[in-house]
């Protein structure tokens, strides 16, 4: 079972909200399924309809986790409009098979959603995930 802090989750939410109506994009770091970090990364293709990570900003972060014994352990995006389910460019660009990737939906009247999937072969597994309050 992955296991993210509920303050991660607000923290995610919040990043969300604060890019609308552009999607955001982050990092958790932690070790195996367990999620203990939030890095919040600039979208260098900011719009309601893609992401992308500023590539240098990312390359830093994951020798900064390397260096510092910490792991990559979920990815996470926003759908300002749609539903949490990955879209088509989700599933081809996923280049992480390890890699829990969290998408949040901001919905409609402010309902939020979030989802959770491993991506492996350009398939989609839902996964289950325990928000603690650690
Ligand atoms: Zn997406």
Redesign the pocket.
Known sequence: MWQIPRVIVNRMFGHAQRMLPN?CVGVLSGTGHTITGWHPLTNADADPS??LADPQEQITLFKQLRDAGQQVVALY???PD?DAE??E??LAEAYYPEALYL?VAMGTEGCLDLSAHLIQDGKAIAQKVAITEA
């Open positions: 999607e893609r992401f995006h926003s759908h749609g990955p879209s460019k989700d998408i």
